[in-house]
């Protein structure tokens, strides 16, 4: 149980366009979903919180105009990167935590991962 | 808010010894601490986590310590292998209200030497 999904699990765009990234919790709800992006060799950095029907909460530094997300279901939460440019490049990663039999209320459990790639 | 620091950054061990990797933390709140494991590519894989109410936890070859009072907490790998290879990041969060966020260290970078 508690498996979380990415897709697309990589994507190349051109400088100017928007990708959107989609993260789904497979076997349970998430009430909560978190947006990260890794850099090479780096920590993961937290952009957003998102919870369910509301807007999401946006870190400190982190364009909310440019990262746009949407948690429509309690399965589902989108990243789009509009405008996507080469610095936008890097790997991201959403995380759901959530209740049900099996989980653990406070643990976060992690999508495989989306690396954008901005030429 | 929280500011976990981890170190060493890069560790190397010989295989069957054993690797230990440190983390403080800063928000005396926090009260729940995973541990991830990532492969290069890979999502991050909760290995082991502790709460507050404990000061140690085992799992077959790898135990988490945990000092309230200094605020730190320590992942101990016992008899690695090869596959233990990977980035270790330590985490910490208030986990009381719902809403809070983990706070992740700066990673170590485990290398198991055959």
């Known amino acids: 149980g508690a498996v979380v999904s990415q897709h697309p699990s990589w994507v190349i765009c051109k400088s100017g366009t928007s990708v959107k990234i989609e993260c789904r919790s497979l076997d349970f709800q998430a009430t909560t979903m978190f947006w990260y992006r890794q850099f090479p060799k780096q920590s993961l950095m937290l952009m957003a919180t998102?919870?369910?029907?509301?807007?999401?909460?946006?870190e400190q530094g982190v364009e909310k105009d440019k990262f746009l997300i949407n948690h429509a279901s309690l399965t589902l939460s989108t990243l789009t990167v509009t405008s996507a440019h080469p610095e936008d490049s890097s790997f991201y990663i959403c995380s759901a935590r959530g209740s049900g039999r099996a989980l653990v209320s406070d643990t976060q459990y992690f999508g495989p991962g989306t690396r954008l790639t901005v030429l | 808010g929280e500011n976990v620091e981890q170190h060493p950054s890069t560790l190397s061990v010989q295989e069957g010894d054993s690797a230990v990797i440190k983390c403080t933390y800063s928000d005396s709140a926090s009260n729940y601490f995973p541990w991830y494991k990532q492969e290069l590519g890979k999502r991050p894989q909760l290995i082991i986590d502790?709460?507050?109410?404990?000061g140690e936890k085992k799992d077959q070859r790898i135990a988490v310590t945990l000092n309230k009072t200094a605020k730190h907490f320590s992942l101990h790998i016992t008899e690695t292998q090869p596959e233990d290879s990977a980035v270790y990041f330590c985490?910490?969060?208030?986990?009381?209200?719902?809403?809070?966020?983990?706070?992740f260290g700066t990673g170590t970078r485990l290398t198991i030497i055959p």
């Open positions: 998102s919870n369910e029907g509301s807007k999401a909460t946006y």
């Open positions: 985490a910490a969060i208030a986990a009381n209200f719902g809403n809070e966020k983990l706070t």
């Open positions: 502790i709460r507050s109410n404990v």
